[in-house]
């Protein structure tokens, strides 16, 4: 059964106060609720100090009677709040991720530069989506949750998280059929 591990660290953590566990907790869950944070925060920097301040707050909250049940979507939920009041506090301080420089490309095509262009080319129909269908898709697909889990820590419907999932499947279908039309005319016959 998927979560018994964390859910394990996490009794230990509240009972025991054993750091071992939440150091084992921060590790599973810091790479997901930083990139969920990064479609809220704007740039890595901020999405960081978020997942971290969450962390924090969890640790000191660790002994209260009312224990936390779903550890996972509670994450998920106080991430998505620290963000908002992130945005809240600092709404005149926009920063912005550099973009990686692309590759030079070449006239020669190699298995990994399709792969390459490819991920690029997943990577800007993602972008491309509305911000909530994109953090819809990444918490769906990218994290494995539920779409009632999803709806309840974007505080939506399921019907909207499954609407949203079907318009970003859809777009990410168009733009992986204009990369195979792509490269079919680039292919010699």
């Known amino acids: 059964m998927p979560g018994v591990e964390y859910q ?3 009794d230990a ?15 599973h869950f810091y790479t997901g609720l930083v990139r969920f944070a990064m479609e809220l925060a704007a740039s890595k920097e901020a999405a960081e100090e978020v997942v ?9 909250n660790r002994g209260q009677e009312e224990r936390i049940q779903h550890l996972k979507t ?3 939920t106080a991430v998505r709040n620290r963000c908002h009041n992130y945005h809240r506090d600092a709404y005149k301080h926009q920063w912005q991720a ?17 792969y390459k ?27 494995g949750f539920k779409y009632k889990e999803v709806a309840a820590i974007l ?14 499947t859809g777009r990410l279908r168009q733009a992986l ?8 005319q680039l292919s010699p016959r």
């Open 13 to 27: 953590v509240c009972t025991v106060n054993d750091e071992a566990s939440f150091r084992q907790l921060f590790n």
């Open 52 to 60: 971290s301040d969450v962390f924090i707050q969890l640790w000191k």
């Open 155 to 168: 505080d939506i419907s399921p019907r909207t998280v499954e609407t949203q999932l079907v318009r970003a």
């Open 98 to 114: 550099l973009d990686d420089v692309p590759e030079p490309s070449t006239d020669e095509i190699h298995p990994l530069l399709e």
């Open 8 to 10: 394990e660290w996490w």
């Open 74 to 76: 509670y994450l998920y």
């Open 117 to 143: 262009e490819m991920k690029e080319c997943i990577n800007l129909a993602i972008a491309s989506l509305s911000p909530q269908c994109r953090t819809i898709f990444r918490l769906v697909r990218e994290e």
């Open 177 to 184: 059929q204009q990369y195979n039309r792509h490269l079919q």
